[in-house]
Structures are given as structure tokens and as C-alpha cells.
């Protein structure tokens, strides 16, 4: 018979340790924006932030370090101020999309 694990006892994922290229995190960002939720965008953008170094996108973004880690926190809903700033630090940007 097989043990089962309970979900508890996995150890948790962070993406960040596989946002290595500008392309994954292009890659990343598409699939978080399409599901429309600005906390999961938020907690995203924090990921991204933590593989380049919260310091160095704090200065970059012109945004304090304590004040990136409260914005981008996963409950986080941050302003697209904010958003479009740490884009612009991490080299990424926005696109829009015709949707169907």
C-alpha cells in the first residue's frame, strides 16, 4: 500500500527560483495576467522582484523596499502606478490584447 501525503507536508513552490530568463518571466506574467486577479498579479510581481533582488527593484522602481514588499504581497491589490513601476525596473512591460 502506498503512503499518502498530505498536501500540508509538501514543501512550498517559489517561482522565483525559476524566473532566470527575461523570458520566463515573460512567460509568467502572461499566464498570471490572464487570470485577472491583481492580489495573484501582485504576489507574481513579488516573485519576480525577490529572483532579481527586492533591493536593487526597490531602487529601480523608485519605491521603498518596505513599501515593494507591502505592495507586493499575495493579498496585496496594488495600484497600477505601482505596477507599471515595477514592470518598468523588472525590463518588462504590459501588453494589451485583442480578446477572441
Do not use: W
Amino acid at each position: 500500500m502506498s503512503k499518502k501525503i498530505r498536501i500540508s507536508d509538501l514543501p512550498e513552490l517559489d517561482f522565483s527560483e525559476h524566473l532566470d530568463s527575461e523570458q520566463a518571466v515573460a512567460e509568467y506574467l502572461t499566464v498570471i495576467l490572464e487570470e485577472n486577479d491583481p492580489a495573484l498579479l501582485a504576489a507574481a510581481l513579488g516573485d519576480i522582484a525577490r529572483a532579481r533582488g527586492m533591493s536593487e527593484i526597490a531602487k529601480a522602481s523608485g519605491i521603498t523596499r518596505e513599501a515593494l514588499y507591502k505592495a507586493l504581497r499575495p493579498d496585496a491589490q496594488p495600484r497600477f502606478d505601482t505596477v507599471n513601476r515595477v514592470c518598468a525596473a523588472l525590463g518588462v512591460k504590459l501588453v494589451a490584447q485583442a480578446v477572441g
